[in-house]
């Protein structure tokens, strides 16, 4: 299973907030597994956190900001996009004012000093968000949509529309998340030369300077107006280009609106606060969108949470006599009928469940029910399919129990059913020492949970 991740060691960066105009300066720090990306001011006595979560979105004007109690940060976009780019699950991010830098509009300066500070692997699991159905958001009047789809990686695409002879209408897609650094990361924030004016009367971008974003000029313009303009943002002189662009900045990419819109996505859909696997289709996204779409998602895991993962009970990987080849343990006593996927640090199997059993003859005869150890001890046979897994020469190992722990019985389990047995490592394998935890599942249900550790011995 793919590990968690954070920083090998803490770094800053200094800036100014484009809405704002104030310098800070931010510091990305490492944090333990499952810490999640939290910000921190620490400018405000107690120096509040506020978790990195669509709930905690207050505002989506021109950026993302979020907020709890006296804890509020602004324009986190880009340095969500960043994180998630990177895949990077656990960092405190101090800021000493309310706004993420701007630098130079784009997510590139925050992947490279992320890159610098190094990252490390945790012992933890990533904790993926895994698609299992086609989820829709939908602003009819706007002409805005967003959906996910199941996919066994996460990819995205995005098409933008602003209804303008200059930029037409323009896509741009992200296949793997490892493409982010080359493909999209570079690519700056944007607006129309006639947002300007608004933005600077509703006293935001008082940290723009031309030098951060694209402009886009989509009507006729008088020279007398781009000289104001020139004074306001300490210009010696300000021209359209021939493509309809501001001559502050060189275009990185032909379509790098579209581009910078994605980035926008994959920043925003951070806060969902789990690494995805699906495929996610934007068309005319902007933050408001995005994260009520984030919003979904996340009522979506929730409602996921204590569900049963989709499992393929039409393959086989080991078959009974396979298993007892692997096992000691036969019948009554093998709980295990098929193991149907197994990876390197994972196993499923299953066991099905029937009235001729020899136990039932005793245990609740009237009303019977498989009994809870022996549920157990399944879930162990499995487990130690895996940790035989391990060795070179497993018919030269038993697997001895060591300890159980953090076990949970939430749903009985009758004749007609099949139990499926999920198990992972809890730590790596070491020294023939296996630290498993697993869960049970009838059809939707979880049915009993565990942790398990054993000790692979040779025989002698």
């Known amino acids: 299973m793919d590990k968690q991740n954070t920083l090998d060691k803490e770094i800053s960066l200094e800036g100014v907030g484009l809405h704002t105009g104030q310098i800070v300066k931010l510091t990305f ?43 509020k940060v602004n324009t986190i976009e880009h340095v969500m996009a960043s994180l998630v780019a990177l895949q990077i699950d656990n960092c405190l991010i101090e800021l000493n004012g309310q706004e993420v830098p701007i630098m130079d509009g784009s997510a590139k300066p925050f992947i490279d000093l992320l890159k610098k500070a190094g990252i490390k692997q945790q012992e933890k699991a990533r904790k993926y968000y895994v698609v299992q159905e086609t989820i829709v958001y939908k602003d009819e009047a706007r002409g805005v949509e967003l959906m996910i789809v199941p996919d066994d990686k996460y990819s995205l695409t995005a098409m933008i529309d602003f209804n303008s002879p200059v930029l037409g209408t323009q896509h741009a897609s992200l296949d793997k998340l490892e493409d982010f650094e080359e493909n999209i990361a570079s690519s700056r924030t944007f607006c129309f030369l006639h947002e300007l004016e608004q933005l600077l009367n509703n006293n935001l971008i008082k940290g723009g300077d031309l030098s951060n974003a694209i402009v886009v000029v989509d009507k006729v313009v008088q020279q007398s107006e781009l000289d104001t303009l020139a004074k306001l943002f300490n ?8 493509e309809g662009i501001l001559n502050n900045v060189e275009l990185r990419h032909q379509n790098e609106p579209a581009r910078h819109k994605l980035l926008d996505v994959v920043g925003d859909l951070g806060l969902v606060g789990a690494p995805i696997k699906g495929k996610v289709f934007a068309k005319k996204p902007g933050h408001a969108a995005n994260v009520e779409f984030a919003k979904l998602i996340r009522k979506k895991m929730e409602a996921e949470k204590d569900a049963a993962p989709r499992f393929d009970l039409t393959k086989t990987v080991y078959d009974i006599n396979k298993i007892m080849e692997l096992l000691p343990h036969r019948p009554p006593f093998l709980f295990v009928d098929r193991i149907i996927a197994m990876g390197k640090e ?23 029910i498989f009994p809870g150890v022996l549920q157990l001890e399944a879930m162990a046979q499995a487990g130690g399919i895996l940790a035989l897994s391990q060795v070179p020469d497993p018919e030269n190992y038993l697997t001895y129990f060591m300890k159980i722990d953090k076990v949970k019985f939430r749903h009985p389990v009758v004749p007609g059913d099949t139990i499926i047995f999920s198990l992972h490592f809890v730590s790596p394998f070491r020294r023939g020492i296996v630290h498993m935890g697993g869960y049970a599942y009838v059809g939707d249900k979880i049915v009993m949970e565990a942790e398990m550790m054993a000790q692979l011995a040779k025989v002698k």
Do not use: W, Y
């Not at 490492?30 to 120096?47: K, L, M, S, T, W």
């Not at 210009?235 to 021939?242: A, L, M, P």
């Not at 994972?346 to 059993?357: P, Q, S």
């Open 235 to 242: 210009r010696t002189h300000i021209e359209v280009k021939q």
């Open 346 to 368: 994972t196993i499923v199997g299953c066991k099905n469940v029937t009235m001729n059993e020899t136990f039932f003859q005793g245990h609740f005869p009237g009303q019977p």
């Open 29 to 71: 720090k490492p944090a333990a597994e499952d810490h999640g990306i939290v910000f921190q001011r620490i400018d405000i006595e107690g120096q509040p956190k506020v978790q990195a979560v669509a709930e905690n979105v207050t505002e989506v004007q021109r950026g993302t900001t979020i907020e709890k109690k006296a804890a």
